[in-house]
């Protein structure tokens, strides 16, 4: 294939040390019903305790379950995981996590900014406002980042980088970005994150000098007396200023010294032949569908690109939620399995809001209300809401595909890597509890190829009177797990507890301290 041809060999190896990996956040939660997985010979009803229905609300929800995906037929897995079918021995679902942490933070009470901040970061805010609070950590693709800069000096600031996945409208990628980062100065931020493929390529490759190129370039041949100056300047001015304008001083030399350093890696890749730089893509000026796949398919050969020479080792792909016109289209409409369950249905969806009318009307206890409207509601939001999800999965098989078709030595590029997809709420309810979480890749040491189903049996740490009153376990642990696969030595990412407690039924007053350190055991061994 086109991507076959990217880059140079690597060492493969299954398991162990992960070379790279690639972040898929979506938005506005899951449809569970369509999503999960009952265990061989078992039926639906066995979800319907994690469904977050007052049926399981004031009691523990202790059922687990543990399958070979690799054994599971086609015809019987979920609708929204059946596009990682092709994927299934290098898929682990993990099902039923929660945000502990969120229980922590006074400025994320809301659960989408809750999720948002804490869906990377699993870590509470140390300022601003509930609809920007501040973070106490970067996000762990970003913190991962770092640690391989710091144990591999040829790294630059592209080690790990993001980018949104659009159909063009410039008003959600302003309002939807999952990633945090250390600006350099110890302070947590959210940065600029690019929607552009045609920007992306620059912000890699805008330094790689063509090798057919007849004439030196006047600017690259005096690159390092510009950064020398620069550096002469920033030191005696320095001196003369406070210790806060210092800082800010500081916080713009090192991105100085950053792109200095980005400029020098760019041109030494480019001279030693390692690296292929793909063509730019060309500039999108319109929005829609078409848009979306466009995108798709160039920031996928972008980052295959820049992870095969070793330019990027970690990114973060936010993903936009899909438009009705993009679930109507007719080429994902066919691929959707047949079935008689209501969320296969192949008919048209309605043209509506996928925030109010989707995904708040596929909330999950609605299904049961006592009043017809609630149960019609759910009835008409599901099937959006269920495609929704099988094309965020869709996505990540694409990228998953790209990378099995790159070989690197003793296998190919998706042996090395490690893409998890995330969501920043379980589903349209504004819950931070049942989460799912899918790893794909032959990378780490986690058991590949399972279906994991998580007790929900914590005392919930939330201020919650009415929902579920039992959590599953922290993703604090699958993500301290991820960093661990890349050699970081930690026992935490995150707060190491939080304290859960009942507030109604049967279980009222039952407290547990809940412990964040560690890994998930049920994913190891």
């Given at each position: 294939?086109?991507?076959?041809?990217?880059?140079?060999?690597?060492?493969a190896a299954t398991g162990g040390t992960a070379k790279r990996l690639i972040v898929l956040v979506s938005s506005l939660g899951f449809e569970?019903?369509?999503?999960?997985m009952a265990p061989p010979g078992g039926d639906e009803t066995m979800l319907l305790p994690s469904l977050d229905l007052e049926l399981g609300r004031t009691v523990p929800d202790t059922a687990t379950w543990d399958f070979s995906l690799v054994d599971r037929p086609r015809d019987q897995w979920s609708f929204g995981l059946e596009p990682l079918y092709g994927l299934r021995d290098r898929v682990t679902i993990v099902d039923g996590l929660a945000y502990h942490t969120t229980a922590l933070d006074e400025r994320t009470d809301d659960g989408h900014h809750g999720g948002v901040l804490h869906a990377l970061t699993a870590t509470p805010s140390v300022g601003g406002t509930q609809v920007d609070p501040v973070a106490g950590k970067q996000s762990f693709h970003h913190e991962i980042g770092d640690y391989l800069r710091s144990i591999n000096p040829s790294l630059t600031d592209l080690a790990s980088i993001d980018a949104l996945l659009t159909d063009g409208d410039a008003q959600w990628a302003y309002r939807s970005n999952y990633v945090y980062r250390d600006s350099g100065s110890g302070q947590i931020v959210r940065p600029s994150v690019e929607q552009s493929p045609l920007k992306v390529h620059d912000m890699l490759?805008?330094?790689?000098?063509?090798?057919?190129?007849?004439?030196?370039?006047?600017f690259a041949s005096r690159q390092s007396d510009v950064f020398a100056i620069l550096k002469e300047r920033y030191d005696r001015e320095a001196g003369k200023l406070s210790s806060a304008d210092r800082g800010k001083l500081e916080q713009h030399r090192d991105l100085i010294f950053d792109l200095e350093k980005r400029l020098e890696a760019q041109a030494?890749?480019?001279?030693?032949?390692?690296c292929t730089v793909p063509d730019a893509p060309e500039k999108q000026s319109s929005r829609g569908p078409q848009v979306f796949d466009a995108n798709l398919e160039d920031l996928t050969g972008l980052l295959i690109a820049s992870m095969s020479c070793g330019l990027v080792r970690t990114a973060c792909v936010t993903m936009k939620y899909p438009t009705v016109e993009r679930l109507n289209a007719g080429s994902f409409v066919s691929a959707m399995p047949e079935g008689p369950e209501r969320w296969k249905s192949r008919s048209s969806l309605p043209n509506e809001d996928a925030h109010q009318y989707y995904s708040h009307g596929s909330i999950p206890n609605l299904e049961f209300s006592t009043k017809q409207n609630d149960r019609?509601?759910?009835?008409?939001?599901v099937p959006g809401q269920a495609r929704a999800q099988r094309y965020w999965m869709t996505v990540a098989a694409r990228f998953a595909e790209?990378?099995?078709?790159?070989?690197?030595?003793?296998?190919?590029?998706?042996?090395?890597?490690?893409i998890y997809v995330a969501n920043e709420l379980a589903h349209g309810g504004?819950?931070?509890?049942?989460?799912?979480?899918?790893?794909?890749g032959g990378a780490g040491n986690h058991r590949k190829g399972r279906y994991v189903r998580l007790a929900r049996a914590l005392p919930k740490p939330w201020n919650d009177k009415i929902g579920m009153q039992f959590a599953g376990p922290p993703h604090n642990k699958l993500i301290t797990g991820i960093c661990r696969d890349f050699g970081m030595d930690i026992d935490r990412y995150g707060p190491s507890q939080v304290r859960g407690y009942v507030q109604h039924g049967v279980s009222e007053g039952v407290e547990q301290t809940i412990d964040l350190t560690g890994v998930l055991s049920e994913l190891y061994g």
């Amino acid at each position: 294939t086109e991507h076959a041809q990217l880059g140079r060999l690597g060492d493969a190896a299954t398991g162990g040390t992960a070379k790279r990996l690639i972040v898929l956040v979506s938005s506005l939660g899951f449809e569970p019903r369509s999503l999960r997985m009952a265990p061989p010979g078992g039926d639906e009803t066995m979800l319907l305790p994690s469904l977050d229905l007052e049926l399981g609300r004031t009691v523990p929800d202790t059922a687990t379950w543990d399958f070979s995906l690799v054994d599971r037929p086609r015809d019987q897995w979920s609708f929204g995981l059946e596009p990682l079918y092709g994927l299934r021995d290098r898929v682990t679902i993990v099902d039923g996590l929660a945000y502990h942490t969120t229980a922590l933070d006074e400025r994320t009470d809301d659960g989408h900014h809750g999720g948002v901040l804490h869906a990377l970061t699993a870590t509470p805010s140390v300022g601003g406002t509930q609809v920007d609070p501040v973070a106490g950590k970067q996000s762990f693709h970003h913190e991962i980042g770092d640690y391989l800069r710091s144990i591999n000096p040829s790294l630059t600031d592209l080690a790990s980088i993001d980018a949104l996945l659009t159909d063009g409208d410039a008003q959600w990628a302003y309002r939807s970005n999952y990633v945090y980062r250390d600006s350099g100065s110890g302070q947590i931020v959210r940065p600029s994150v690019e929607q552009s493929p045609l920007k992306v390529h620059d912000m890699l490759f805008d330094g790689f000098t063509a090798p057919e190129a007849s004439e030196p370039d006047p600017f690259a041949s005096r690159q390092s007396d510009v950064f020398a100056i620069l550096k002469e300047r920033y030191d005696r001015e320095a001196g003369k200023l406070s210790s806060a304008d210092r800082g800010k001083l500081e916080q713009h030399r090192d991105l100085i010294f950053d792109l200095e350093k980005r400029l020098e890696a760019q041109a030494a890749l480019a001279e030693s032949g390692e690296c292929t730089v793909p063509d730019a893509p060309e500039k999108q000026s319109s929005r829609g569908p078409q848009v979306f796949d466009a995108n798709l398919e160039d920031l996928t050969g972008l980052l295959i690109a820049s992870m095969s020479c070793g330019l990027v080792r970690t990114a973060c792909v936010t993903m936009k939620y899909p438009t009705v016109e993009r679930l109507n289209a007719g080429s994902f409409v066919s691929a959707m399995p047949e079935g008689p369950e209501r969320w296969k249905s192949r008919s048209s969806l309605p043209n509506e809001d996928a925030h109010q009318y989707y995904s708040h009307g596929s909330i999950p206890n609605l299904e049961f209300s006592t009043k017809q409207n609630d149960r019609d509601r759910w009835h008409a939001a599901v099937p959006g809401q269920a495609r929704a999800q099988r094309y965020w999965m869709t996505v990540a098989a694409r990228f998953a595909e790209a990378l099995d078709a790159v070989p690197e030595a003793g296998g190919t590029m998706l042996d090395n890597t490690l893409i998890y997809v995330a969501n920043e709420l379980a589903h349209g309810g504004h819950t931070s509890n049942g989460v799912p979480g899918i790893l794909i890749g032959g990378a780490g040491n986690h058991r590949k190829g399972r279906y994991v189903r998580l007790a929900r049996a914590l005392p919930k740490p939330w201020n919650d009177k009415i929902g579920m009153q039992f959590a599953g376990p922290p993703h604090n642990k699958l993500i301290t797990g991820i960093c661990r696969d890349f050699g970081m030595d930690i026992d935490r990412y995150g707060p190491s507890q939080v304290r859960g407690y009942v507030q109604h039924g049967v279980s009222e007053g039952v407290e547990q301290t809940i412990d964040l350190t560690g890994v998930l055991s049920e994913l190891y061994g």
